[in-house]
C-alpha cells in the first residue's frame, strides 16, 4: 500500500518561531521528496525538494530528510502569518514512478 | 504564474452534461497530468501523458476522458458525471517523466472547481 502521512493538523505556531512539519512514506525505494504549499482556494506551489539524506536549507525553509527511517520534514524559521497553508509532502514512488502526496497538513501562524 | 493555464475556473454542470476541461503550458515541458483534489483527501492523480502519450490511467471511471493533442495542452472531456465527482481538478506539467531530479517537478495550474448537481 502506498502511503504519505502527514499529520493534518492544524498546527498553530507563534509568529517569528519555528514550524517543524513532517512526513513518513512506505516506499522504502522513493527517491525524490518535495513539499508544496497551498494557500486556500489556490493550487499547490512547490517551494523545497530533497533527494539526499541530510538538510537542504533555503531562506527560511530547510529539508530534512532520513530514508533509513522514512521520513521528511520541514522546518520554517521566523515563521511570518503569510506561512500559514496547507504543506503538502509528495513523494516519488520508485516502484510505480509517479508522484504520491499525502493529505497536507494545515499551518496556522498565530501574529 | 506558473507557465501552467486551466480554464474554466468554475464549473457547475447538471448529471447528463458533456464538458471539457483545458489545460495548456507554456514551459516547453514534455509531461502534462491531471489531478483530482478533494475536500480532506490527498491529491489523486488521475493521468499522466509524456509525449503526448498516455503513460497512466490510475483507474479513472470512463466519464472522464483525457485528450493530449499535443506536448502543450491537455483536455478532460466530461460526460455523465456523479455528484461525488465535484473536486478540484488541477494540471499540471513537468519537464519530463521517469527520471529523478529536477526534471519531476510539478508546475501546477489554478484548477477547475467543478461542481456536479
Known amino acids: 500500500q502506498k502511503e504519505v502521512e502527514q499529520n493534518s493538523g492544524p498546527l498553530s505556531v507563534p509568529e517569528g518561531a519555528i514550524a517543524s512539519l513532517n512526513c513518513t512514506y512506505s516506499?522504502?525505494?522513493?527517491?525524490?521528496f518535495f513539499w508544496y504549499r497551498q494557500y486556500s482556494g489556490k493550487s499547490p506551489e512547490l517551494i523545497m525538494f530533497?533527494?539526499?539524506?541530510g538538510d537542504k536549507e533555503d531562506g527560511r525553509f530547510t529539508a530534512q530528510l532520513n530514508k533509513a527511517s522514512q521520513y521528511v520534514s520541514l522546518l520554517i524559521r521566523d515563521s511570518q502569518p503569510s506561512d500559514s497553508a496547507t504543506y503538502l509532502c509528495a513523494v516519488n514512488w520508485a516502484s510505480g514512478d509517479k508522484i504520491i502526496f499525502g493529505k497536507g497538513t494545515r499551518l496556522h501562524i498565530l501574529p | 504564474e506558473t507557465g501552467v493555464t486551466q480554464t474554466p475556473r468554475h464549473l457547475v454542470m447538471g448529471m447528463t452534461n458533456k464538458k471539457s476541461l483545458k489545460c495548456e503550458q507554456h514551459l516547453g515541458h514534455n509531461a502534462m497530468y491531471w489531478y483530482k483534489q478533494s475536500a480532506k483527501k490527498p491529491l489523486e492523480l488521475m493521468f499522466v501523458y509524456n509525449f503526448k502519450e498516455q503513460t497512466e490511467n490510475n483507474s479513472v471511471p470512463s466519464r472522464f476522458s483525457p485528450e493530449c493533442p499535443n506536448s502543450s495542452h491537455l483536455f478532460l472531456h466530461l460526460h455523465t458525471l456523479q455528484p461525488e465527482d465535484s473536486a478540484l481538478y488541477l494540471c499540471a506539467s513537468s519537464q519530463d517523466r521517469g527520471t529523478v531530479g529536477d526534471n519531476e517537478k510539478l508546475f501546477f495550474g489554478s484548477g477547475t472547481q467543478l461542481s456536479v448537481l
Open positions: 530533497i533527494y539526499s539524506n
Open positions: 516506499d522504502r525505494g522513493s527517491q525524490s
